[in-house]
């Protein structure tokens, strides 16, 4: 039984995130996504919302869960009987964060391997950063999220239907 873990703020998740989580439950036998409880920066969803949001996007992978988790990323792997971390990498602007993030893990527990993969490029310049920024400003994100995902940002930057 192979087991990966695909951490991130999903703040909220994208179609580039779904991709990703699509491509790994190929690959693996089982996909934990793990929601990162405490990250730096200030979520617009808390980490509940956006385990409900990727929870109603996953519901036909059978092999995939979603989690919260907060602490080293490595320890939670550790208690996942995690073997590998994925990542999304969609272009060179990701690289450095991502390599040093998975050196920095290694090191940390040089067990764990972290494996990259690449969504399908017309999603490459996707992020939740600026889906968020659009859906702020009144655009249309429906190409990029779920209508889910979209309902739940209508409602939260209290807008009538976000176009
Ligand atoms: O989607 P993001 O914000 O790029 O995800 C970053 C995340 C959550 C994967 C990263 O911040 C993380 O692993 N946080 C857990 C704390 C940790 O282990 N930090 C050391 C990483 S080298």
Redesign the pocket.
Known sequence: MRTVIY????DPLTNGHLDVIQRAARLFDRVVVAV?RN?SKQPLFSPAERKTLIEHSISDLTNVTVDIFE????EYVEQQSGHAVIRGLRALSDFEYEFQ?AL??RQLNEHIETLFMMPRASYSFLSSHLVKEIAGLGGDVSPFVTPEVKEALAAKLGQAGVN
């Not at 951490?7 to 999903?10: K, M, Q, V």
């Not at 602490?71 to 490595?74: E, N």
């Open positions: 951490p991130g703020s999903f990162a990250g602490g080293l990323l490595v993030m920095m893990n």
